[in-house]
C-alpha cells in the first residue's frame, strides 16, 4: 500500500481495519452508453469504455432527510479514467479516503457525496492521488447514453 492506509493490517478487514464507514456505499458499474442503472447516483460510479478503460464517477446519491437542508440529493462527479491496472488501487484510494475524511460527527451527512460536494471535485481528486502515488487520468470522452 505504499504507506497510504489503502491497506491495513488488519486480517478481516484489509480496507477498513478497525475503522467501519458509518452508511451504506453504493458502487454501480454500467457500459458505456447503458445507463439503466442511472450511475449518477452512486457513492462511486463505474462506466466501461469500448476500449476496454473505465471512467471513474464520485459523489452521487438520491437520498436526503426531509426538512434538513444540510442533507441533499447530488448527481456523480466525473473524477478520472483508468485502465484495469490502476482502477482497482484508484477505487480502494476513494473509499480510503471516505474512511479517513468522511463525515463521522453527523451520520446525515456521512455519505461520500457530502464530502465531493464540502472539498470540491479538483480537491477530491487530489486527495485521491496523494493516496494512490500517480496521478489521475482526465476522464474521457464517451458515447451519449442511450438508456
Same mark, same amino acid.
Given at each position: 500500500?505504499?504507506?497510504k492506509g489503502?491497506?491495513?493490517a488488519?486480517?478481516?478487514? /484489509?480496507l *477498513?481495519?478497525e475503522? *467501519?464507514? /458509518?452508511?451504506k456505499?453504493?458502487?454501480?458499474?454500467?457500459?458505456? #452508453?447503458d !445507463?439503466?442503472?442511472?450511475?449518477y447516483?452512486n457513492d462511486? #460510479?463505474? =462506466?466501461?469504455?469500448?476500449?476496454g478503460?473505465?471512467n =471513474?464517477l464520485?459523489?452521487?446519491?438520491?437520498?436526503?432527510?426531509?426538512g434538513?437542508?444540510?442533507?441533499f440529493?447530488?448527481?456523480?462527479?466525473h473524477l478520472?479514467?483508468?485502465?484495469?491496472?490502476?482502477?482497482?488501487?484508484?477505487? %480502494?484510494?476513494?473509499?480510503?479516503?471516505?474512511?479517513?475524511h468522511g !463525515?463521522?460527527?453527523?451520520?446525515a !451527512?456521512?455519505?461520500? %457525496? *457530502?464530502?465531493?460536494?464540502?472539498?470540491g471535485?479538483?480537491?477530491?481528486r487530489a486527495?485521491v492521488?496523494?493516496?494512490?502515488?500517480?496521478?489521475?487520468?482526465?476522464?474521457?470522452?464517451? %458515447?451519449?447514453? %442511450?438508456y
Amino acid at each position: 500500500d505504499e504507506g497510504k492506509g489503502i491497506l491495513t493490517a488488519d486480517p478481516v478487514e /484489509p480496507l *477498513y481495519g478497525e475503522t *467501519y464507514l /458509518p452508511r451504506k456505499f453504493k458502487i454501480g458499474v454500467t457500459a458505456e #452508453g447503458d !445507463n439503466s442503472i442511472d450511475v449518477y447516483i452512486n457513492d462511486i #460510479g463505474v =462506466v466501461v469504455l469500448e476500449d476496454g478503460t473505465f471512467n =471513474v464517477l464520485v459523489g452521487g446519491g438520491l437520498g436526503r432527510t426531509h426538512g434538513k437542508e444540510t442533507t441533499f440529493a447530488r448527481a456523480a462527479d466525473h473524477l478520472c479514467s483508468a485502465d484495469e491496472t490502476t482502477l482497482p488501487t484508484i477505487l %480502494k484510494a476513494i473509499v480510503a479516503v471516505q474512511r479517513d475524511h468522511g !463525515n463521522r460527527e453527523v451520520r446525515a !451527512n456521512a455519505r461520500l %457525496k *457530502y464530502l465531493v460536494h464540502t472539498l470540491g471535485v479538483d480537491a477530491f481528486r487530489a486527495l485521491v492521488e496523494s493516496y494512490t502515488d500517480f496521478p489521475l487520468a482526465p476522464v474521457k470522452p464517451m %458515447k451519449e447514453w %442511450k438508456y
